[in-house]
């Protein structure tokens, strides 16, 4: 089994920072892509920040220079630097994995159970 916790959320003023977590634990043989979503209420889920194997990352138009996703492969973890946060960044955040389990020939994604993220005054 796979588990991803993430941690590091939180109620922020706005044009503050928090930095997120997500480890990934349990039966895994290599991690692939390591992505953070959010999802506010009454919208879609939407992909924030990715990064793959090689450390490439990409992020969504309404967050790039004000977040920073970075991973740590020694750890199986993945962080989420949140910097001048502003009231629209209020979400429920989560972390998704694509990783492979030992004996699996294929990558699989996993999802952390979300942590919430409230910027406001």
């Known amino acids: 089994q796979v588990q991803l916790v993430e941690s590091g959320g939180g109620l922020v003023q706005p044009g503050g920072s928090l930095r997120l977590s997500c480890a990934a634990s349990?039966?895994?043989?290599?991690?692939?892509?390591m992505n953070w979503y959010r999802q506010a209420p009454g919208k879609q889920r939407e992909l924030v920040a990715a990064?793959?194997?090689?450390?490439?990352?990409d992020y969504a138009d309404s967050v790039k220079g004000r977040f920073t996703i970075s991973r740590d492969n020694a750890k199986n973890t993945v962080y989420l630097q949140m910097n001048s946060l502003k009231p629209e960044d209020t979400a429920v955040y989560y972390c998704n994995v694509w990783l492979r389990t030992p004996g699996s020939a294929y990558s699989n994604d996993y999802w952390g159970r979300g942590t919430q993220v409230t910027v406001s005054s």
């Open positions: 990064m793959t194997s090689g450390r490439s990352a």
């Open positions: 349990g039966s895994i043989f290599s991690i692939n892509a």
